[in-house]
């Protein structure tokens, strides 16, 4: 009867001792914000989201976790009153968030799972994280949380605002013309021109959607000797020297390396399927996220780097698109098909949307530019972005070398012309330096 009586009085004092002692603090690294950066790109890829919206997917999530973080920060300031429409945030539990790294991350994906189709996969990574935290220390955990929320919820009201959900119900882009230069869908699957109502969201940091309004690409003709028609039989010839090289050249590997097309139909048999890929502001979303690894960046520069980077990227996709829809160029592999050889092919499979200017190139441009600003020029790096996706690393000795090597690779690709590939970087590095000028992260 003792030895019952001292088992239960020991289990008491012992749940007492337990409920007395202190909780460590919830420890937040670097790689849990990547963590969270990666799975919004796993779902991404699954979706199968187009390039100009998955620039949006990208950055409001990072805009949210940099303003949950960055409220009072001694280096870093709020980006409020600087991005076009994001007023003063209300940030009335700031004091009592203690862990403003673990709110930021609460924050990003709170944002983030209004953003995808499969909220699913967000959600049930974000209840797992919040089981894991809550079990740690339930009280720090409530905290950030109820301050990760606040933020977001704010920024999702500003997102809301930036008419993206009007063009959802505006027309398709109308593919029927006379105009031999007008774009037309293009094979195997020959889908509408996406996202033609795209410069009509609000911009970032851009006063206008035609800023950057490129100058013009040589004037359309099929004359022989004239300069359009010059750049389309380089196109041609190019690519048939490619080819003979065989699949192991330097420029089929670049041009796969770059391709980041996540509109890749594959025909087999009577059945026609995507082949899931990133899209190019993914791929730059990635350097960033090994430039960080690199330099061992702690939390708040990553935070910094990733939503400076997704700025960029988003107003460079604003910037292209404008001009997409406004020229309507029509893309390299029609006319070669129509007036040159119906049997050719073109290197990568050409996307959905008008030529002019190549986007790949212009968003290429404006990462390159502000991450050379955030990490320094002749940045060395290895970029392994591809290689989920069975693709080699390739190696650089700066990210304006790696954006100069994007931009080629869509005339190695044969789907774009060298006017598109030279003035769209040009045209992206103008943004990037909007953004390095006009925007005040650090104080």
């Known amino acids: 009867m003792k030895l019952k009586y001292y088992s239960i009085l ?9 409920c007395s002692k202190e909780k460590e603090p919830i420890t937040i690294t670097t790689d849990d914000y990547h963590a969270a950066v990666d799975k919004l790109t796993e779902v991404m890829v699954h979706d199968i989201f187009s390039p100009p919206v998955a620039s949006r997917i990208y950055v409001y999530p990072n805009i949210a976790a940099y303003e949950t973080l960055n409220q009072n920060s001694s280096t870093y300031q709020s980006l409020a009153n600087q991005l076009n429409g994001l007023e003063t945030l209300d940030t009335e539990n700031t004091a009592e968030a203690s862990n403003l790294q673990l709110a930021s991350v609460i924050a990003y994906m709170n944002v983030a799972k209004e953003l995808v189709f499969s909220k699913e996969r967000i959600t049930a990574y974000r209840d797992s994280l919040y089981n894991h935290w809550k079990t740690q220390n339930e009280d720090e955990f409530n905290s950030a949380k109820n301050y990760g929320l606040q933020i977001s919820e704010q920024i999702i009201a500003w997102m809301n605002a930036d008419n993206y959900a009007e063009t959802r119900t505006m027309p398709d882009y109308n593919i029927y013309t006379e105009d031999p230069s007008q774009w037309e869908p293009t094979p195997p699957a020959y889908m509408k021109g996406i996202e033609p109502h795209w410069n009509k969201l609000r911009p970032f940091v851009l006063d206008s959607a035609a800023q950057f309004k490129p100058s013009t690409h040589p004037k359309f003709s099929l004359e022989e000797g004239s300069a359009f028609h010059n750049e389309l039989m380089d196109v041609y010839n190019l690519t048939n020297d490619i080819r003979e090289k065989g699949d192991d050249s330097e420029e089929i590997q670049i041009a796969r390396f770059w391709d980041c097309n996540p509109f890749v139909s594959v025909n087999k048999g009577h059945f026609m399927f995507a082949e899931k890929k990133i899209t190019p502001g993914a791929h730059w979303i ?8 690199d330099t061992q960046a702690d939390f708040e520069k990553t935070v910094y780097a990733y939503t400076k980077t997704s700025v960029a990227i988003a107003d460079a996709f604003i910037s292209c698109w404008d001009e997409k829809y406004r020229s309507n160029l029509i893309r390299p592999e029609t006319l070669i098909n129509k007036h040159i050889d119906l049997e050719w092919a073109p290197i990568l499979q050409t996307p ?57 690779s869509r005339l190695y690709g044969s789907i774009h012309y060298k006017a598109a590939v030279e003035i769209g970087l040009d045209q992206g590095i103008s943004l990037g330096t909007l953004v390095n000028d006009k925007i005040s992260f650090l104080k």
């Open 352 to 408: 959905p949307f008008p030529e002019y200017t190549s986007g790949h190139s212009v968003v290429s441009g404006a990462s390159s530019e502000v991450l050379t600003d955030i990490f320094g020029d002749n940045f060395a790096f290895n970029d392994t972005t591809e290689l989920p996706y069975g693709l080699p690393m390739r190696s650089f000795r700066s990210f304006r070398l790696a954006a100069q090597e994007a931009a080629v």
């Open 286 to 293: 990635g350097i960033c996220k090994i430039a960080c690894k």
């Open 10 to 18: 020991l289990g008491i004092l012992f749940t007492c001792f337990s």
